[in-house]
């Protein structure tokens, strides 16, 4: 059975920085287009960060252009989102996401607040 586990959420002050990591299980991230979304209280889930399967094309949310980085590790299977400058209104569940199974992780916490 596919598995997607995210770890790495937390609370971190406005400016700070945290890494999510996505632990695969059953398939090889380097083989399948992935990508985070995320939800914040009272909002639609919204995509943040994807990462095609191809020649890993890297696609992200205008609110998070230049701060993000999403990558992939073949060697530790897990995929990665790298969040720097990190403001208030990034606070939400994030969850590491597999297209072609529709498949979601449990999603980790990100609270950004001084």
């Known amino acids: 059975q596919v598995q997607l586990v995210e770890s790495g959420g937390g609370l971190v002050q406005p400016g700070g920085s945290l890494r999510l990591s996505c632990a695969a299980s059953r398939f090889t991230v380097n083989n399948y287009a992935m990508a985070w979304y995320r939800q914040a209280p009272g909002k639609k889930r919204e995509l943040v960060a994807a990462?095609?399967?191809?020649?890993?094309?890297?696609n992200y949310a205008d609110s998070v252009k230049g701060r993000f980085t999403i990558s992939r590790d073949n060697a530790k299977n897990t995929a990665y989102l790298q969040m720097n400058s990190l403001k208030p209104e990034d606070t939400a569940v994030y969850y590491c996401?597999?297209?072609?199974?529709?498949?979601w992780g449990q999603g980790t916490q990100v609270t950004v607040s001084s």
């Open positions: 990462i095609t399967s191809a020649d890993d094309t890297t």
């Open positions: 996401y597999l297209p072609v199974l529709n498949y």
